[in-house]
Every structure is written in C-alpha cells, then in structure tokens.
C-alpha cells in the first residue's frame, strides 16, 4: 500500500485517523502499533516477521544495555551483536545476490541465485533500531522500558517504508507524551496534501518524459539533458513529496518528525547539496559512522579514508548495483576535491556560476543513479555531451511539449512559493479565517487534480521503495 493510492486516501488513512482519536490516549500507541503492522502485512506479509524480529531483538539489548550499566565488556558485546545482526540481516537480503553475481562473474563460477526479494523498508527501519541501540549504549537516550511503545516506534507507518529516517532520539519524548490537536492535524492534512501534489501532479507527470527517454539510445544532447532534468525533477518531488506526507501524518498523529529535504536545487557547492538532501540519510551516517571513525580530526589522508568509506556505504545502501556504487564514489571525488581544493576557488566565484557547477554535477550524478546499466550510463553521458548531435525534431517537440511544466517544476523546487506564501500572510496579519480559507480552497484545490491523476493514470512508482 502507498499513501499515493485509492485505497490509503480513501479507506485506511480516515478509517485509522478515526480510530487513533476514538481510542483512549493510554491505547493509542497499541492502535498505531496495530495498524502500522496492518500497513506493512498489506504489501510483504510473509517479511513482516523480521521486522518484527528486529524490533524485539534490539528492544531486548536496550534492557541489557540498562542491565548491565556497570560492565563496560558486556554493553560492548551486546551493541556489537546489534549491529553485526541487524547489518548480517540487511546485507543477506540486499546484497546476496549481487555478491553471487560477481563471484560467478569473477571467478567462471556457477552458483545459483536465491533470487530473494527485498524486504520493505528495510534500509530504513535497520537504520531506525541501530540508531536506538547505539544512542541507549552512548547513554544519549533513555531504555524503553515498554514493548508496545517501542514497537510503535519501529514500525509507525508513517515513516515506515521511505522515511524520514527517524532516530529515537527525535522522538524519545512524544513517544509517551504528545499532545494533539486540532491545529496540528490540520496543518498536518496541509503537509500531506501538499506532499501528495508534488508526487502525484510533478514526479508521476514529469517522470514520463524520463522513461520514454532512457529507453532511446543515442539521443542528441538536447533531449538527453532534458532526459536527465526530468529524472532529477521526478525524484526530488517523488521522495520530498513523500516525506512531506509521512512528516503531516506524524503531525496528524501528534508527533514531529525531522525535515528531509531543503531545496537541494538551490545548492551552490556538492557539499551543500549534501546538507539539504535526504538530510536524515546523511545526518545518520555522520552520527554513526563518519564521527566514530575520526571524520576530519585525524589529518587529511585518514579524512580522505573516512569519506571514501562513507560514500562508498552511501552508494550501496542505496541498491545492490554497480550503477550505485559508482554513483557513491562520484560524489567522494566531488566532496573530496571541494573539500581540498576547490572550497577557496569557489568564494571568489559569483554565486550563479557557483549554482551551474553544482546543478552539472547533480545532473551527472542523477544520470549515473538511474541507469542500472553501467553500458548504458556511458552511452547516456556520451549522448549529453553531444557525440550524436545537438537536437533533432524530437528535441523540439519535448521542448515544446513540456517547457511549461519545466518552469513550473523549476519555481516549485525553489523557496519562491514559501517566501510567497509567507508574504502574503504578514499582509493579512491576524485574520485567521482568511488564511485558513485559503489553505482550505488550495488543499481541495490540489486533493482533487491528485484524485483525478491517481484515477486516470496507472504510472504511480515510488522510487524509493526499492531501496
């Protein structure tokens, strides 16, 4: 089940909302429990089992954790067992294939596939129980003591099968007391709507143009960069547009979860853009991993090191692929040498060529992550650049056929219609009933073209539930 289908916006979301605030505030966590397992049994009931697995198992070593305070070995044991099982779980179902794949590649051998399917949400909600784990082990946060609350946790549908990725640090406090109310669930109906727009409306429309691109080969460079714009619009609206849902369903359901995305398209350095996209991905691999393991304190060689570990990571949770990996080690060359290099150059550059910079890597890195097939991501790039002409009649005519909805996806991955908004509320000042009025009119405005697009259109992936 995905919140951009029939079925969530007209059966499971009200019917759940309706039973979250009929049910007493000491059951509501149960009920979201229940149904969030109702949510995730839906679309891979026979994997349920391990997340259930991992949430009582890491549930289980923040008890011990607390157990034993005083025994350094033994806390040490426990979080290592944490990590090397919840990862072995990860890795088994991800990347056994891939693996069998390259030893049968390197080496002439023949061993069979066991072909497995990736658990939902899996990169996610691993991420979710090692973050509790190592903060309980760090003393950062407190044990829970109560199952269901945990549980609740680990499995909230909301943030459940694309994130946010949400540490239980963010949530430590509202998971036992959060207060709701009619203004929160409001405004967190806004923030669904509108996150249900910029998926259904921008990523589902624009992704079209991606798709029938790709599958050419030799594609002049004006249409191929087309191609590439469309896939960088398709998934910065597709994965923002969830977030924006699973951020106002939390808030529908009293809690606040962290911000994922921050127009990354205004970045002026790759090091920037890595600040304002998926910013829970990459928060969590600076907590966890890029910190512990020295990041920048321990002089420039093991800096490099750390960061090459990193990306390379970054790259692989993204898929079991080639494309992926590369895709990795593209932005730790590009990280690395602004970071050495180019950081002093680039002050002195007027902030629009510091924008072009970026946005040509961004382009070339999402050209690189789309194509699974590493002969087909150097012919794509080899079409960008020209090797098979400028533009044809073809070109033209997605130009012409979608430079409209190019400007309107330019100006919507901007902070221009927030500063808007924003403005024209200090103008109204006091008069809530008038902005409500006109956040009313714009939520029905975009509910319905999203209805009418899910109805009439059966293209409606989420790109990152492969992941």
Not at 221 to 245: C, E, K, N, P, V
Not at 314 to 319: A, E, N, V
């Amino acid at each position: 089940m995905v919140f951009s289908s029939i079925l969530f916006l007209c059966i499971f979301l009200p019917a759940t909302v309706l039973l979250y605030y009929i049910l007493p505030h000491r059951f509501r966590n149960f009920g979201l429990l229940t149904v969030s397992l109702i949510f995730y049994a839906w679309g891979e009931p026979k994997y349920i089992i391990i997340m259930l697995f991992s949430t009582v198992f890491d549930y289980t070593n923040g008890i011990l954790l607390e157990k034993f305070d005083k025994k350094e070995v033994v806390r040490k044991i426990v979080l290592i067992c944490s990590v090397v099982i919840n990862l072995g779980i990860l890795c088994y179902f991800k990347y056994t294939d891939f693996a069998i794949e390259n030893i049968n590649r390197i080496f002439g051998t023949d061993i069979s596939a066991l072909s497995l399917a990736l658990p939902i949400g899996i990169s996610f909600y691993t991420f979710q129980t090692l973050s509790y784990t190592i903060d309980v082990y760090r003393r950062k946060v407190m044990v829970q003591h109560n199952i269901i609350n945990f549980g609740m946790y680990i499995c909230l549908f909301p943030q459940l099968i694309a994130g946010p990725i949400v540490r239980y640090a963010d949530i430590e406090k509202e998971i036992a007391n959060r207060k709701e109310n009619s203004d929160k669930i409001w405004h967190g109906l806004f923030r669904f709507i509108i996150g249900l727009g910029k998926k259904v409306v921008f990523a589902n429309q624009i992704g079209s143009l991606w798709n029938e691109i790709s599958a050419n080969k030799n594609n002049p460079a004006l249409t191929a960069w087309l191609g590439a714009a469309a896939f960088a619009f398709q998934i910065y609206f597709d994965f923002s547009g969830y977030s924006d849902m699973a951020i106002g369903l939390g808030e529908m359901f009293g809690f606040h979860f962290p911000e994922n995305f921050d127009y990354p398209y205004e970045s002026k350095s790759i090091t920037e853009f890595w600040r304002r996209w998926h910013i829970t991905l990459s928060s969590w691999f600076k907590e966890y991993l890029y910190i512990p393991l020295g990041g920048n304190r321990c002089g420039i060689f093991r800096q490099i090191i750390n960061l090459l570990i990193v990306w390379l990571l970054t790259g692989l949770w993204h898929g079991a692929a080639w494309n992926f990996v590369i895709w990795g080690l593209f932005y730790f060359v590009l990280l690395t040498i602004e970071k050495l290099f180019f950081k002093k150059i680039s002050e002195k550059l007027p902030n629009v060529f510091k924008h072009i910079y970026a946005l040509f890597f961004i382009m070339i890195g999402w050209v690189i992550f789309a194509c699974e097939d590493i002969n087909d991501i150097g012919n794509y790039l080899l079409s960008m650049f020209g090797v098979f002409g400028g533009a044809d009649s073809m070109s033209i005519y997605y130009l012409m056929t979608y430079g409209i909805m190019f400007i309107i996806l330019i100006i919507a991955s901007t902070c221009f219609p927030k500063k808007t908004v924003l403005a024209l509320r200090s103008k109204i000042g006091n008069k809530t009933k008038l902005n409500f009025a006109a956040e009313f009119v714009f939520s029905a405005i975009v509910l319905i073209l999203s209805i009418t697009f899910l109805v009439g259109d059966s293209y409606n992936p989420f790109l990152y539930f492969r992941f």
